[in-house]
């Protein structure tokens, strides 16, 4: 991984739990000088660290990461250059397989320009100049977007970067016999956190990226009939302050199956933004192994995801939003209808299971 201090530990976990089950797994990542492990996920493996000073320059620490692989086949994540160049670098040294993963779309910012000429000249201007130093530049994600084809193989989580980068469709559930509803207790988990009784609780845990629209989850609260819906914030803290909001700050990322017990419903108000239709927010798939309703906009594979069990919006639609949440709490039955079917296609196609089967595919031309 190229920086452990980032959430992009919630792609990578699921994917080395369920490769643990057959293999040995060894995580190696880089932590900037003064930066902490992703708090959630900071005692899940036996990381092997490489600290980087942030001060400029950073081939030492490339050639640090690189060194301290060992594997058979070396797995990258994220498209990045102290992933990807560390890996690339390996396959040079040691002739062993490289498969790289894309979570993200990270070098959109060099595409924005629809003509050749146009995007030509961005590019160029990107290229050109300062910023060689900097390992997360924009000039890098362009040129390792550009070597990711360099790969022995590709896993990817949408179809967005299916179409564009090719590989396995790999959508990264949770493990549904930990997330399993049938374990918690709502009323018990609501005391435990102190959460009250006799309101509606709408659940964002992660990261509030500008593309992942809780601003617009909070103007729809404004625009519901009923005072009594809260939305409680887990993780990252979000600039943006509501009496309708209760931030919970980050909490383990065990403790998400008691925190979706003890919530009415999920809601993901994603943009139409390349970084969201690129992407799959973990946190989907873990409300649908709880059996909770979800709400969320029409942005990438979203549609797909929830087709049969969920409630899909307009994106940027604050109205569609409100309504969907509404008839999600009105109806208690069609509510619970929809969260039993969104867990049996978490458990049938998401799933460690499911994980296990495609990776299968994957690492077969290397076994």
């Not at 709880?290 to 942005?299: F, G, L, Q, T």
């Not at 049969?308 to 008839?327: M, Q, S």
Request: charged letters at 25%.
């Amino acid at each position: 991984m190229p920086n452990l201090a980032t959430n992009h530990i919630v792609r990578v976990a699921p994917i080395l739990k369920a490769l643990q089950r057959n293999h040995d797994v060894e995580l190696i990542g880089v932590l900037k000088q003064g930066e902490e492990l992703f708090p959630p996920f900071a005692h899940e493996f036996d990381y092997r660290i490489v600290t980087w000073d942030g001060r400029g320059g950073f081939l030492g620490t490339l050639r640090e990461v690189e060194g301290k692989i060992r594997g058979d086949l070396i797995y990258a994540f994220q498209a990045a250059t102290f992933s990807v160049g560390a890996a690339l670098l390996g396959r040079l040294r040691r002739r062993v397989p490289v498969i790289i993963d894309m979570a993200d779309w990270e070098a959109w910012g060099m595409f924005r320009h629809r003509t050749k000429l146009r995007h030509a000249l961005h590019v160029c201007r990107h290229l050109i100049g300062p910023g060689w130093r900097a390992p997360g530049s924009l000039k890098y994600r362009y040129l390792i977007d550009k070597l990711c084809t360099r790969a022995d193989a590709i896993t990817v989580v949408s179809t967005a970067l299916q179409r564009r980068f090719g590989g396995f469709l790999l959508r990264h559930g949770p493990d549904t016999t930990a997330f399993d509803p049938a374990r918690f207790d709502r009323s018990t988990l609501r005391d435990k956190w102190g959460l009250p009784h006799d309101q509606h609780l709408i659940l964002f845990a992660g990261t509030p990226s500008n593309w992942k629209g809780v601003d617009q989850l909070v103007r729809a609260l404004d625009r519901l009939s009923s005072d009594r819906v809260r939305l409680v914030m887990a993780g990252k803290p979000f600039p943006l302050t509501s009496d309708k909001m209760i931030h919970m700050g980050f909490v383990p990322h065990a403790a998400m199956p008691e925190l979706l017990t003890l919530s009415d419903l999920v809601v993901l108000p994603q943009q139409n933004h390349p970084m969201a239709e690129s992407q799959i927010p973990n946190k989907a798939f873990e409300a649908m192994a709880m059996a909770k309703p979800i709400v969320a906009s029409a942005v990438g594979d979203m549609g797909e995801v929830l087709d049969g069990c969920g409630v899909v919006v307009e994106p940027e639609d604050v109205d569609g939003l409100a309504r969907g949440i509404e008839r999600v709490l009105a109806d208690r039955a069609w509510a619970e209808e929809l969260g039993r079917r969104a867990r049996e296609k978490c458990v049938r196609e998401y799933s460690w299971d499911a994980i296990e089967r495609v990776l299968a595919d994957v690492l077969r031309p290397f076994a």
